[in-house]
């Protein structure tokens, strides 16, 4: 993923509309990973920070990755591990990109995106 312009870009989980958690890392080095619930509207921050793993400023690339198990889901910024939760929803999930752009017009670019079921 390349941030070009713009606040943030990342992998989304939807458990079938009944829980989204969305992993955001913006071109600052943060990270946010927080959970959207379509039934009431409410978003949630479950953990945010820092990772000297994340390539920082715009149009850098960084490679995400999101290993999502039954019950928790394991996320990556450059092959390092950031974190795990069990609040993003079980059993099967759709996997989507996010572009944010609270700030500024967004562009973020997403190449050589592959997904397994394991």
């Not at 071109?27 to 039934?39: I, V």
């Not at 944010?100 to 997904?115: C, H, M, N, P, S």
């Amino acid at each position: 993923m390349k941030i070009n312009s713009g606040d943030e870009g990342g992998i989304d989980l939807d458990s079938y509309g009944q829980l989204q958690c969305i992993y955001d890392v913006t071109p600052t080095g943060a990270y946010e990973l927080f959970s959207f619930d379509p039934r009431n509207s409410r978003s949630t921050t479950i953990q945010f920070g820092f990772s000297p793993a994340v390539r920082t400023g715009l149009g850098k690339e960084n490679t995400l990755a999101v290993v999502a198990q039954t019950d928790t889901a394991l996320f990556y910024v450059n092959d390092v591990f950031v974190l795990s939760t069990d609040r993003c929803g079980s059993g099967d999930r759709l996997i989507g990109l996010s572009a944010t752009a609270a700030t500024a017009r967004a562009d973020v670019q997403f190449t050589r995106a592959q997904g397994w079921r394991i």
